[in-house]
């Protein structure tokens, strides 16, 4: 089993993973050929109040047991890069448009202005970013629209 250390957030996190090589009718999982697992102990800095977890990953194909660990921990830089700045900033999971064509364009305007806002202001965070241009539309719209080709 081998051990990662990472501090951060307010804590110290300890993490120890191992893999297991596993057979599908083993796990009655398709396709599954190895079992991930992750224990982690985490230490709040201010308290120091432990807390401990344990993850399973069923995967595909055998990785080497860092690869297998470093797969698991990357999936989460969707969640940090695109869906938490969606819901905090946009509040989209609060959005009540569902219908027709209403959510997929709100969807897609969304993701445009996230795009935009990492390209012009990566030095901001996404509210002071939208506090910075919601009054200036029209100049906004034109940058908006102008070819990507020019703004580079």
């Not at 050929?33 to 308290?47: D, F, H, P």
């Not at 807390?51 to 470093?70: H, M, N, Q, Y």
């Not at 997929?104 to 965070?125: I, S, Y």
Request: charged letters at 25%.
């Amino acid at each position: 089993m081998s051990t990662s250390l990472q501090p951060g957030h307010g804590r110290i996190d300890s993490r120890r993973y191992r893999t297991l090589a596993v057979t599908p009718e083993q796990l009655g999982f398709p396709h599954a050929a190895q079992l991930l697992e992750i224990q982690r102990e985490s230490t709040n800095k201010k308290t120091g109040v432990t807390t401990t977890g344990r993850r399973l990953f069923i995967l595909s194909e055998p990785l080497s047991a860092l690869d297998a660990f470093t797969a698991a921990r990357s999936r989460w830089g969707i969640e940090n890069k695109n869906h938490h700045p969606r819901d905090s900033t946009f509040l989209e999971d609060k959005t009540r448009a569902r219908t027709g064509n209403t959510a997929a364009n709100l969807m897609l305007l969304r993701g445009f202005v996230l795009v935009w806002w990492r390209r012009k202001h990566p030095d901001l965070c996404a509210p002071a970013f939208l506090m910075r241009n919601q009054r200036q539309l029209p100049s906004v719209l034109r940058e908006l629209f102008q070819p990507l080709t020019s703004q580079q």
